[in-house]
Structures are given as structure tokens and as C-alpha cells.
């Protein structure tokens, strides 16, 4: 019995053990590197080629678009950059991603570089196969070599752009070392690390085409990053390239990503944090300078501004207007008449009617003529001066133009659906016509 209760007490110990360097071991590869979303990834120095961290790096895998930094040192090599090279119907016929090249057409071996690494242009990958190989099969051949020449040990390619094939696959581990040596073909820096290149297509219509490179890490990073994207459906998000900091230079290889940039950043930033190790310098992120903010002095408070002055204008009366004098004509009635002191000028006897010559034979009409004319003379009647200003009772009365006062605009651009009662909320409204209803 005694046995049998140690048997079990060291048995549990045992497994106690077990699950505790279980734990510390899960613990330690957690703390050995970045946690990422790709399938197989890389982090080599780029100086000595020592592998800094991996994950499957030995896995084959299809290497998508990754495939045409192959496809441009074989380019950059054959010293063949400033001739042209002619579009086939092969070319024309691939699927995107592409600049949509059409047969017959023209383009040099320097712009095809560039829509190589910047567009990821499939049909322009066949172009330089065709006219560096003479076919798409003969120039995987050159590409076979040129990748064991880098060093690659699981390495096998079909075409030059990277297109889903049973037998086009590659390693984390080779496309680092083809990577690396990449860095040192003349002009591949160059071609990789161009923003936006405009590019000439020759043919029946010349045309200018303006290429943006997809590395979203080429600027605003606090690494400099260059390299090559790539992405099927069988490889996922893939990335190929080199990131420097302060004078040191990794390789970061992704094959298989979900969050491509996400683990891309990681992997740049564990890399310069050295995990430890002093030779490798730290991150030392960007940060936005803060505006200095304004010195504030105690006890001070704001000027008055100070008011316009008033401009004083002085009060001037208005001379008077003389009236004009009534025209009048003098006749000796006036100075003859008592009563036409200070008073208007009257008008001249000579201005009446004269009366009717007496009848003769009548000495009652003349008599009555005699009355006349002695009432005529003394008659003054009061002459008014020609003047603008008139009685308000004798004043003209004056015309005022009626005001058109349009409707409304949001009055006339309703249009009623349905039973609207009518209605209108300015003036002008038609009795006729169907408004918005009165509020």
C-alpha cells in the first residue's frame, strides 16, 4: 500500500513537472519573437545573412507576386534596359494585375522594371520573359539558375509573374536570401524604392502611363522600406524586402499573412529592438512637435481697444430760396388806389373787360357804364406767384407705382401630391394655382 501511495505521488510530480516546462516553454517562444499572422516568416540580417528569427521558414509555399524580383535582377542584368521590346497576344491575354498592354505595342526594358516592382504588372512580366528567353518556359530556366545562384535550396519557378502553379512554389528562407541578393544588383534599390514612375507605351497611339508603387511602408516610416508585394488566393499576402534603421539593414520575408503591413511593422520593429541585444539600436518612433504654447503673464489684462472717434459735422442752415417776383403790370389804377398800399399788385384796369358802349339814347345805361367802369378800377384782386409750392388742398395728386412682390421660391417650386388644401404664405399668390399650405 505504502508502495502503490508513493507510485502515485511521484507520478503526480511528474506530470506536475511536465506541465510546468510545458507552460515555461510556451512562455519562452512567446517571448522569443513577434506573434504574426503569416504562415511562414523571416527576419535575416542583411550584412551577414545570419537568420535573426523565423517561423516555418523552410515551408514551400507559392511566393505570388514575390516571384518578379527574380524577373527584374535578370532584367537589371542583361544589360539590355534601353531596348524595346514588342507585346505578343500571350502577353495581352493575362489576368490582372496589369497595365493592360495590347499586341503589337512597345516598350522599353527600363519602363518594364518599373512596372515590374511598382504595378506588379503581369502582362509586362511576359513581355520581358519573351524578349529576354524567347518564351515563358525557356526564361523560368534562367530564373531556376539565377535563384540557386543566390543560394536558394527549395526554389522552383513556371513563370516570371508569380501566377498559381502545383510547381511554382519557394521558402521563406530562399526568397531572403534571393532578397539579399537583390540588394546588390546594380539598380535594384533604385527601382524598388521609386514612388511613382510615368512610363511611355509606344504603337499606333503613343500614351504616357503614371505607375504608384503598392509598399505602403516606402514613406512617412520611421524605417526606410523597400521591396515587393505580392497576393493569390493559394499564396494569401505576401512580402519580400529590406528595411533600414540607423545604418543597419534586415530582411523581412512574409509569406501567407492575413494583416501583411501589420506583421511587416512588427517584425521591422522587433528586428531593431534587437530583442536584447545591445548591438541593435532601439525604435525611436516619429512624433508630431507640439505647438509652444503662449506665455501667459500674470495680472495683465487686455487692452481696450480704442473706439473710432466720431466725425463731427457742423450744422449748417440752409440758405433761403428766394421766391421769384409775380410778373405784374403796372398801370396808373394802382397808384391811383388808396387801398393798394402794401398789398399785392393788383391788376391794371386796362386787363378788364371793357363794358359794353351804352346804347345812346339811354341815359340809364350810362349811367350803369359809369358804375362799371369805377368798379373795375377799384377791383384788386390778389395775383399769386408762380411757385412750386402749392396748398396741400390745390396740390396734384400723385401717382405711386405699385410694388411687385414676387412669391416666394420654395411657394412656387412645390408641387403638391395628394389633397392639398390651398393656401399661400406671401404676396402675389394665385387664386388659380395650388400652394403650400397656409400656416
Not at 519562452?28 to 545570419?50: C, F, I, Q
Not at 529576354?132 to 523560368?140: I, N
Request: positive net charge.
Amino acid at each position: 500500500m505504502v508502495s502503490r501511495a508513493a507510485g502515485s505521488r511521484a507520478a503526480g510530480v511528474a506530470l506536475s513537472v511536465a506541465a510546468l516546462a510545458m507552460v515555461l516553454g510556451t512562455a519562452t517562444a512567446m517571448a522569443a519573437g513577434p506573434k504574426v499572422t503569416a504562415r511562414t516568416a523571416l527576419v535575416m540580417d542583411a550584412k551577414t545573412g545570419k537568420v535573426i528569427w523565423s517561423k516555418a521558414a523552410d515551408q514551400k509555399r507559392a511566393p505570388a507576386s514575390t516571384t518578379k524580383i527574380v524577373t527584374t535582377i535578370l532584367a537589371l542584368e542583361s544589360g539590355r534596359l534601353d531596348e524595346s521590346f514588342t507585346v505578343s497576344s500571350r502577353a495581352q491575354k493575362q489576368v490582372p494585375s496589369k497595365i493592360h498592354l495590347r499586341k503589337g505595342q512597345r516598350l522599353t526594358l527600363r519602363d518594364l522594371t518599373y512596372s515590374l516592382m511598382l504595378k506588379s504588372a503581369n502582362d509586362g512580366a511576359v513581355v520581358v520573359a519573351e524578349g529576354l528567353g524567347g518564351s515563358v518556359e525557356d526564361f523560368a530556366k534562367k530564373m531556376d539558375a539565377r535563384a540557386k545562384k543566390a543560394g536558394t535550396t527549395k526554389t522552383s519557378f513556371r513563370n516570371p509573374s508569380g501566377l498559381s502553379h502545383s510547381q511554382h512554389l519557394s521558402t521563406a528562407h530562399d526568397l531572403g536570401r534571393i532578397v539579399r541578393s537583390a540588394l546588390d544588383v546594380p539598380g535594384f534599390r533604385k527601382v524598388a524604392g521609386t514612388q511613382t514612375r510615368k512610363i511611355r507605351i509606344r504603337g499606333t497611339k503613343d500614351r504616357s502611363l503614371s505607375l504608384k508603387n503598392k509598399n505602403r511602408l516606402l514613406s512617412g516610416y520611421f524605417a526606410s522600406v523597400i521591396g515587393k508585394t505580392g497576393y493569390t488566393r493559394a499564396a494569401g499576402r505576401c512580402f519580400a524586402g529590406a528595411a533600414t534603421f540607423e545604418g543597419r539593414e534586415v530582411i523581412v520575408v512574409i509569406m501567407g499573412a492575413s494583416d501583411l503591413w501589420g506583421d511587416t511593422k512588427k517584425l521591422i520593429q522587433w528586428a531593431h529592438r534587437g530583442d536584447g541585444k545591445t548591438e541593435w539600436p532601439r525604435v525611436q518612433m516619429a512624433k508630431a512637435e507640439a505647438a509652444p504654447r503662449p506665455k501667459v503673464v500674470a495680472n495683465m489684462a487686455p487692452k481696450p481697444v480704442p473706439k473710432p472717434k466720431a466725425e463731427v459735422v457742423a450744422k449748417v442752415a440752409p440758405k433761403p430760396v428766394p421766391k421769384p417776383a409775380p410778373k405784374t403790370i403796372a398801370t396808373a389804377s394802382r397808384a391811383a388806389s388808396p387801398a393798394a398800399a402794401g398789398a399785392p399788385r393788383p391788376r391794371s384796369a386796362a386787363l378788364a373787360p371793357a363794358p359794353p358802349p351804352p346804347r345812346p339814347g339811354s341815359a340809364a345805361l350810362a349811367a350803369t357804364a359809369r358804375t362799371r367802369a369805377r368798379s373795375a378800377a377799384l377791383t384788386t384782386p390778389i395775383v399769386r406767384p408762380r411757385s412750386a409750392a402749392l396748398e396741400p388742398s390745390e396740390a396734384p395728386p400723385q401717382r405711386v407705382a405699385a410694388v411687385h412682390r414676387t412669391t416666394p421660391a420654395y411657394v412656387r417650386a412645390f408641387r403638391p401630391e395628394g389633397n392639398v388644401r390651398r393656401g399661400c404664405t406671401g404676396y402675389g399668390c394665385d387664386r388659380r394655382v395650388r400652394y403650400w399650405p397656409a400656416r
